[in-house]
């Protein structure tokens, strides 16, 4: 298993620019997130997803966009970039909803808005 | 709402115990989680604790819960060089199943 891919790894945006972030699991999970962590201020949730074609918003949705059509991925778009949007992006993926369930990250995607 | 605060910073030397502590203001936590981030990498899972446990052991790793005062630590035994990262608590509420992350403390680990 590859686990939680992610790519691109890096990627620099100018201000105003669209993009999306990929994420794929191949684990069959059913939960997925996408976090953004900061510096200070640990990890934020901004998306999740209970499962193919349900998503709701997290703590800092505003200004992405995410679709869940299969099992497998669950992509996070960034309409129009802002400098605030400068940060590393984790996808995370986990079995169900128990709290015995292992969270699995993937290798973040560090983002740079000019 | 629910807040998770660390200190940012330990050092201490290799063969010595390390003791990381957390604090969380969500009376609901029912889950609380200790992840372990090195550098350039994502977080993963060391241990958790369930809310009416006080202690749980794993290898080097004891975790310990104070409900009452909403305290949690991790403490590493015979710390190694290897053991240098940032180290994450998280705790989980009743609701979905949104982890709240503390900012991190970051380990070194020095010969």
């Known amino acids: 298993n590859a686990g939680v891919t992610q790519t691109p790894k890096f990627q620099v945006l100018k201000t105003g620019q669209s993009m999306t972030l990929q994420c794929a699991q191949d684990?069959?999970?059913?939960?997925m997130s996408w976090y953004r962590q900061d510096p200070g201020m640990g990890l934020r949730l901004i998306h999740y997803?209970?499962?193919?074609?349900?998503?709701d918003q997290g703590e800092v949705p505003n200004g992405y966009n995410v679709s869940r059509s299969t099992t497998e991925d669950f992509p996070l778009r960034l309409l129009s970039a802002a400098p605030s949007q400068t940060s590393v992006y984790f996808c995370?993926?986990?079995?169900?909803?128990?709290?015995?369930?292992?969270?699995?990250f993937g290798p973040g995607t560090r983002l740079t808005v000019l | 709402g629910e807040d998770v605060e660390q200190s940012l910073f330990l050092s201490v030397r290799e063969g010595d115990s390390s003791v990381i502590n957390c604090t969380y203001t969500?009376?609901?936590?029912?889950?609380l989680y200790w992840y372990k981030q090195e550098p350039g990498a994502g977080l993963q899972l060391l241990t958790y604790?369930?809310?009416?446990?006080d202690m749980k052991q794993d290898q080097r790793l004891t975790v310990l819960l104070n409900k009452k005062d909403k305290h949690l630590s991790l403490r590493i035994a015979d710390t190694q060089t290897g053991d240098s990262a940032i180290y994450f608590c998280?705790?989980?509420?009743?609701?979905?199943?949104?982890?709240?992350f503390g900012t991190g403390t970051r380990l070194l680990v020095s010969p």
């Open positions: 969500d009376s609901s936590s029912t889950y």
């Open positions: 997803s209970v499962g193919a074609g349900i998503t």
């Open positions: 998280a705790e989980r509420g009743t609701g979905f199943q949104k982890l709240v």
């Open positions: 995370a993926s986990r079995q169900g909803g128990l709290g015995t369930d292992t969270q699995y």
């Open positions: 684990m069959n999970h059913e939960y």
């Open positions: 604790i369930f809310s009416n446990m």
